[in-house]
C-alpha cells in the first residue's frame, strides 16, 4: 500500500501501524491501549487478518484485496460519556415504548444512551464514504453493524468497549478482493467493490474518504445524537420487513420500523412499537 502517510496528513488520524499480515486489527489496538504514550487516535491497519473477529464467535471472512482496519480513540471523541459500568454494554434490556414519552424507547439499562450509536455511526460513516465508488446500486445498513450493497454484506464493523471506556472501532470492507475466492458457503451473502465496479480502487483514498466521515459523523454524535440516528433510520435497509431477534434463548419476531432516536432498533409486534438493544438479526423468510 502506497502513500500511507497521506492519512496522517489529510484525516484526525495522528499515529498509525500497518502490518503486512496480522491476526486481527482489533486485537492489536487493544494491546495497544495499555501502553502509557500511546498517541490517539491510532489507526490499525493490515493488508491481510488471519482471525478476523465479528460479532460473538462469528468471523470475518478476509479475503487477498480487503481493506481491514481498526481505530483507537477516547470516548469523547465519539460523543460517549463515562465508562459503562458492565464493561462494554451487553447488558441491553428489551422494553415497549412508553405510551406517555413516545421519544423514550427503551433506554439501556446500563451504560451511556450514546455509546449504542457509534457503531451505527461508523456505519453511516463508510455508507457515505463509499457511495460515490457504486452510483447507481442500493447501498445502506443492516442493524445492528452490516454495510449493505446491492442486498449482500460489503462491510462489517466491530466496536469494542474496554474497561477504561476507550473505544475500538474495528472495520472490514470488501474491496479489491473478489467473491469467487469467499468460502462456498459465504459466497451467497457478500459482495465487493472490484466485482460490483469491474476494477481495483486506491485503499488510502478510500481510507481517506471513510476517515473524514468517521470524523464527521462523530463530530455529529457528540452534538446531536438524534440526527444520527435519523440518517441511519433513513439508511436502514431492514424497514418494513419482518424480523427475527435471538437474545439467547429469546426469539423476537415483528415488522421493521426503522431506527430509534438512540439508535435501537424498532420492531411492531402485536401492533405496537417495541425497541430492542442486541440480538442476532434475520430476515423472516429471506
Known amino acids: ?94 422494553q415497549p415504548v412508553q405510551e406517555e414519552s413516545p421519544d423514550a424507547v427503551g433506554i439501556p439499562a446500563c451504560g451511556p444512551r450514546r455509546s449504542g450509536l457509534v457503531s451505527l455511526a461508523a456505519g453511516v460513516a463508510v455508507v457515505e464514504a463509499l457511495a460515490s465508488w457504486v452510483p447507481g446500486h442500493e447501498i445502506g445498513i443492516h442493524w445492528p453493524n452490516d454495510v449493505m450493497l446491492d442486498g449482500r454484506k460489503l462491510a462489517g464493523i466491530l466496536i469494542e468497549v474496554l474497561s477504561d471506556g476507550k473505544l475500538v472501532i474495528g472495520i472490514g470492507i470488501n474491496t479489491n478482493n473478489t467473491v469467487t475466492d469467499a468460502p462456498e458457503e ?27 466521515q468517521i470524523q464527521r459523523q462523530f463530530a455529529e454524535l457528540a452534538l446531536s445524537p438524534e440526527s444520527v440516528a435519523a440518517r441511519t433510520h433513513e439508511l436502514c435497509l431492514q424497514r418494513g420487513k419482518r424480523l427475527q431477534i435471538v437474545q439467547g434463548e429469546k426469539q423476537i419476531e415483528g415488522r421493521c420500523l426503522g431506527i430509534a432516536a438512540d439508535g435501537a432498533l424498532l420492531l411492531e409486534i402485536d401492533g405496537q412499537p417495541r425497541a430492542v438493544y442486541s440480538g442476532v438479526v434475520t430476515l423472516v423468510g429471506g
Not at 500511507?4 to 492489536?28: C, P, Q, W, Y
Not at 483507537?72 to 471523541?77: G, V
Request: with cysteine; proline share 4%; charged share 20%.
Open 186 to 212: 459465504v459466497r451467497p451473502r457478500v459482495v465487493t467493490l472490484r466485482d460490483v465496479t469491474g476494477r481495483s480502487h486506491d485503499h488510502v483514498e478510500l481510507l481517506i474518504a471513510i476517515l473524514t
Open 1 to 94: 500500500m502506497q502513500n500511507l502517510r497521506k492519512i496522517l496528513e489529510k484525516t484526525f488520524v495522528i499515529d498509525m501501524e500497518h502490518h503486512a499480515a496480522i491476526g486481527s486489527t482489533n486485537d492489536r489496538a487493544i494491546e495497544c491501549a495499555a501502553f502509557e504514550r500511546v498517541k490517539l487516535p491510532l489507526l490499525i491497519l493490515a493488508d491481510c487478518q488471519t482471525a478476523g473477529r465479528g460479532r460473538g464467535s462469528n468471523r470475518w471472512w478476509t479475503g487477498p484485496g480487503s481493506l481491514a482496519f481498526s481505530l483507537l480513540i477516547r470516548p469523547e471523541l465519539a460523543g460517549t460519556v463515562g465508562t459503562p459500568a458492565c464493561g462494554g454494554c451487553v447488558g441491553w434490556v428489551f
